[in-house]
């Protein structure tokens, strides 16, 4: 497992928004990996998926075909 931290730890008192990635079961954390959800199906299936796999998926949420979009 590989853990990237960036400089000093000021933000982890708010603690990183972690989603895998439902492709490759990737760890990604929002705001510092690239993480990509299909905003209909992140709820139902957990949506979530790495920018390698997004771009495998061309951009198209293999559930519902709806664009993904990139979590914020
Ligand atoms: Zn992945
Ligand atoms: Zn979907």
Redo the contacts with the bound molecule.
């Keep these: 497992m590989s853990v990237r931290i960036k400089g000093s730890n000021a933000y982890g008192h708010l603690g990183w928004i972690t989603k895998y990635?439902?492709?490759?079961?990737?760890k990604?954390k929002v705001g510092i990996d690239v993480v990509y959800k299909c905003p209909k199906c992140e709820k139902v299936y957990n949506a979530y998926?790495?920018?390698?796999?997004?771009r495998g998926l061309h951009h198209k949420c293999p559930y519902c075909g709806t664009e993904l979009v990139p979590v914020a």
């Design positions: 990635c439902r492709i490759c079961n990737r990604l998926f790495c920018e390698a796999d997004a």
